[in-house]
C-alpha cells in the first residue's frame, strides 16, 4: 500500500460486529489508514455520509441489528449519494448464491470474502484506490453532472500510454458519458468498436441501450436476447427486454422479463414494484398480489420498509378478490386482514386510518354489504385527500366506482393523473395504468364482481348481443378468468352459428383459447370447452 496515499484516504467503516470492527481497524492501521470513522447502523451511515465526505467506505453485506449493507449501497447509489470518486467494498463471511448474484447486480467497487489476512485487504484495497486516484478528475466531472467535460477528460485519458492499466475501466466510461451527453449515434459507433476488439459484456449491453434510444429496436431484441442467457449479462439483459417491451406496449411480455429477473434477483425492490405496476396493467391479479407481498417480505427492517407496503398487499388482495370465486375470495379477505394486523405491530404510530376505512370499504362490498360500505363512505375526510399518495388515492377511486359513483371516481383518477404528470416520481408504467383505468371505468360501470353476473343474465334470457358486450367487458378486466373466458367464447359460438362463421372478433377468440388452456378446468368446463371449440372449429 502506498503509504501516503492509505494517509490521505478518510474510511468509513459500517459493520456492527465489535470483533469484525476490531480486526479491521487494525488491519487498516498496520496498512497506514489513519483517519477511520466507525458506525454499527444504517442510519448513522446514511447520517455520516450526509455530512462528510469519504474516499473509501468499507461496508458488511449482513448487518443484523437493523437496515443491511444490501439496501445502504443500493439506497446511496440510487439516490446519488455515494460520489463516484468514492470507492465502495463490501465484506461478507456468506458467499452463498444468492449473495453473489446481488453482488454481480449491485456491482461495488470490490468484495472481500472473511476471513481475509492483512496482505489480502492489503492487495485489494490498493488496486482500488489506485483506480479511483487515476480517473479522480473524470469522476470529479460526473458528480458534478458535468458530462461533457467527463468526456473530455476521460479521452485525455486515454490518450496517455501510462494509463493503459486502466483503460477497460476507461472506455466503459466513455461509452457511458456518450450516452449520458445524447450522443446515441457516436455511441453505438464506439460500442461496435470496441466489439470488433474484445467483446465485452458492458459494451455489448451499452450497445443494446444505444440501439433502444436511436428506435433501432429490432437489432437490440437479436442482440439483449443472447445475453440474456448469459450469467455476467442476465439481468442487465432482462432489465433492458423490459424496458423494449414497455416501449413497444408489449406489457405481458415485459411482465414475464422482469419476473425472470425478479426470480434471479429476489431482493431487488424496484423490480418488484416494476411487476406490481406492469400486472396492474394486464390485469394479473394473482401476480399484482404476489409481487406486493414481496415487497414486504424483502422491504422489512429495511430502507424501503414504510406502511404503504402493508396497505398495498391488502388493496391487491382484494383487487384479486374481486376476480375470484367464494372459497379462494375468503382466503384472500384473511390475508387482507393480517396484513393490516401486520402492518399496525410494525408501525404502531402510523397515520393510516383514512386508508384503512377505504379497505374496510371494499371489504364490506366484496361481502355484499353495501349499506355498511355506503356509510364508511360518507365517514371519510375529504378534506385530507390532497396529502395522500396516489396508491391510496386510487384505492378511493377503486370504492367509489364499486360503490357506482363513477363521476367521483373519474375525478379521483384525473387528480391522480395530474399528479402523474407535474410532480410525481411514480414512472410512465404507472401513468399509463391510471389512464388505462380512466378509459375502462367511463365505459365499464358495473364492477369486475357484477360483470359476470350481468352477462350470465343477459345469456339466459337469450340477449346474444348484449351478452358478448357484457363477456366482453368482464374479460377485458379479467383476462385470466377461466370461467370469464369459457362464457365468451360459448356465446361467440352461438352468435357465429347464427352467422355461419366466426366473424365476431377473431383476436378475441385467440385471446379467450389462451386463457382457457392455459388455465385448471374442472370437469364440466373442460366438456363445455370441448363443445365449443368443436363448434368454432367448425365454422373456421
Not at 411480455?253 to 431487488?268: H, W
Not at 383487487?319 to 408501525?347: G, S
Not at 410532480?423 to 357484477?450: A, P, V
Request: hydrophobic residues 40%; glycine residues 2%; aromatic residues 8%.
Amino acid at each position: 500500500m502506498n503509504s501516503q496515499l492509505a494517509k490521505d484516504t478518510k474510511v468509513l467503516i459500517v459493520d456492527d460486529q465489535a470483533l469484525a470492527k476490531g480486526y479491521m481497524k487494525y488491519s487498516l492501521e498496520e496498512l497506514g489508514f489513519s483517519d477511520i470513522t466507525y458506525v454499527d447502523k444504517i442510519s448513522l451511515a446514511l447520517t455520516t455520509i450526509r455530512n462528510q465526505r469519504f474516499d473509501l467506505i468499507i461496508c458488511s453485506y449482513n448487518l443484523k441489528r437493523e437496515q443491511d449493507g444490501y439496501y445502504f449501497y443500493d439506497e446511496i447509489k440510487t439516490n446519488g449519494e455515494l460520489p463516484s470518486s468514492t470507492a465502495f467494498v463490501f465484506i461478507s463471511a456468506d458467499t452463498n448464491s444468492d449473495l453473489v448474484q446481488s453482488i454481480i447486480e449491485l456491482q461495488p467497487d470490490d468484495f472481500l470474502a472473511k476471513p481475509f489476512t492483512v496482505k489480502e485487504l492489503d492487495r485489494r484495497l490498493s488496486r482500488v484506490l489506485a483506480r479511483k486516484k487515476a480517473l479522480r478528475e473524470v469522476y470529479l466531472c460526473i458528480e458534478k453532472n458535468q458530462f461533457n467535460r467527463a468526456l473530455s477528460e476521460v479521452e485525455l485519458f486515454l490518450a496517455n500510454p501510462k494509463n493503459a492499466e486502466f483503460f477497460p475501466l476507461a472506455l466503459k466510461i466513455k461509452g457511458e458519458m456518450l450516452c449520458a451527453c445524447g450522443n446515441f449515434a457516436q455511441a453505438k459507433e464506439f460500442y461496435l468498436a470496441i466489439l470488433k476488439v474484445q467483446t465485452f459484456a458492458w459494451a455489448q449491453l451499452g450497445l443494446v441501450n444505444a440501439y433502444l434510444r436511436l428506435d433501432e429496436d429490432e437489432s437490440a431484441e437479436k442482440l439483449v436476447l443472447r445475453l440474456a442467457f448469459k450469467p455476467d449479462s442476465q439481468l442487465a439483459a432482462y432489465d433492458l427486454l423490459t424496458a423494449l417491451q414497455i416501449k413497444q406496449n408489449d406489457f405481458e411480455t415485459a411482465l414475464e422479463c422482469v419476473l425472470m429477473a425478479t426470480d434471479i434477483s429476489p431482493r431487488n425492490i424496484r423490480r418488484h414494484k416494476t411487476a406490481l405496476d406492469l400486472s396492474r396493467i394486464t390485469h394479473d391479479y394473482e401476480t399484482q398480489f404476489e409481487a406486493a407481498k414481496k415487497i414486504v417480505r424483502f422491504a422489512k427492517n429495511s430502507i424501503h420498509d414504510k406502511p404503504e407496503n402493508y396497505l398495498n398487499v391488502a388493496r391487491s388482495g382484494i383487487d384479486y378478490a374481486m376476480t375470484a370465486d367464494e372459497e379462494n375470495t375468503d382466503k384472500l379477505v384473511k390475508q387482507a386482514n393480517e396484513y393490516i394486523k401486520q402492518l399496525k405491530i410494525v408501525f404502531p404510530k402510523a397515520e393510516v386510518s383514512e386508508q384503512i376505512k377505504v379497505i374496510n370499504v371494499r371489504l364490506f362490498y366484496l361481502e355484499n354489504e353495501k349499506e355498511k360500505a355506503q356509510a364508511l363512505m360518507n365517514q371519510l375526510d375529504e378534506t385530507k385527500w390532497d396529502n395522500e399518495g396516489v396508491d391510496a388515492l386510487l384505492d378511493k377511486a377503486k370504492a367509489f366506482h364499486e360503490l357506482g359513483l363513477h363521476e367521483r371516481s373519474q375525478a379521483v383518477l384525473e387528480q391522480i393523473e395530474f399528479r402523474c404528470k407535474n410532480h410525481s416520481d411514480q414512472g410512465e408504467i404507472f401513468l399509463h395504468y391510471i389512464q388505462q383505468e380512466m378509459n375502462e371505468k367511463s365505459t365499464i360501470k358495473s364492477s369486475s364482481r357484477e360483470l359476470n353476473n350481468v352477462a350470465v343474465n343477459y345469456y339466459r334470457r337469450g340477449d346474444i348481443e348484449n351478452a358478448i358486450s357484457a363477456f366482453t367487458q368482464a374479460f377485458t378486466v379479467m383476462p385470466k378468468n377461466v370461467s370469464i373466458a369459457l362464457n365468451l367464447l360459448q356465446v361467440i359460438a352461438a352468435k357465429s352459428a347464427e352467422l355461419g362463421a366466426t366473424k365476431v372478433a377473431p383476436q378475441l377468440v385467440k385471446k379467450c383459447i389462451a386463457t382457457v388452456e392455459n388455465g385448471q378446468l374442472n370437469e364440466e368446463q373442460q366438456e363445455r370447452y370441448h363443445k365449443v371449440r368443436a363448434a368454432l372449429d367448425g365454422m373456421g
